[in-house]
């Protein structure tokens, strides 16, 4: 069962489950006072960015995230779909996750100690994306944007991979490990066809200088 928030500025015990040090001031109850996301000025932002309302506090956690801390070579890049009930045009309906509504949150961790590094909202269609480049490709690009030509690995799951995401990557000298789906257009004839039980086959390529290697594994008889 979780604990009242007074409890958190209790000046005298603290939070008495966590044994934190109480942190009156810095955490304290007044600061609801005087956040203000409704800027009167600024209502016309509404039109074009639909985040507004709380961009700017939202980027200023994420560049302050970012500036002191030197991630891993090896990130990893996923969705989550965090519950959420308030009336907005992005409320994502997903029935497959334990919560059916919410807001959907892309983003990018450091793979060793799990460090959120870069995170933005899916807000619905973007009309500043290239026709070009699809949306799943898109979202790691913008996420992997403050690690360009540094040489980091990103690793995803085969929503994300696609064979332009990893010649796009290479261009900023960054590098792609993921899953694919086997029937993609995208993958040669022969690593369609069907494979005897563990066994392992490569499949490697070079495509504008980017050496790519895909590697095929029958884990499990799909018969049984």
Not at 72 to 80: K, S
Request: glycine fraction near 4%; hydrophobic fraction near 35%; include cysteine.
């Amino acid at each position: 069962m979780g604990l009242p928030c007074s409890s958190l500025y209790n000046t005298s015990w603290g939070c008495p489950q966590c044994s934190v040090i109480p942190f009156p001031g810095t955490g304290s109850r007044e600061i609801m006072k005087f956040l203000l996301f409704d800027i009167k000025s600024e209502r016309r932002r509404r039109l074009v960015e639909k985040f507004f309302l709380a961009s700017c506090l939202w980027n200023c956690f994420i560049e302050s995230r970012q500036k002191p801390y030197v991630s891993n070579v090896y990130v990893t890049v996923d969705e989550q779909l965090l519950p959420c009930k308030a009336r907005c045009r992005f409320i994502q309906n997903m029935a497959n996750k334990p919560d059916k509504f919410g807001l959907k949150f892309s983003m990018m961790v450091d793979a060793d100690s799990k460090y959120l590094y870069n995170d933005f909202p899916y807000l619905g269609k973007d009309d500043t994306r290239e026709t070009s480049v699809s949306v799943p490709t898109d979202v790691v690009m913008k996420l992997m944007l403050p690690l360009f030509k540094h040489g980091y690995n990103v690793t995803c799951d085969n929503f994300f991979t696609s064979l332009d995401l990893v010649v796009r990557l290479a261009k900023e000298k960054c590098s792609l490990v993921g899953t694919i789906h086997q029937n993609r257009r995208e993958q040669p004839q022969a690593a369609k066809a069907k494979q005897q039980l563990h066994e392992t086959t490569l499949f490697k390529t070079t495509i504008s200088s980017t050496s790519i290697t895909l590697t095929c594994y029958h884990s499990k008889n799909q018969s049984l």
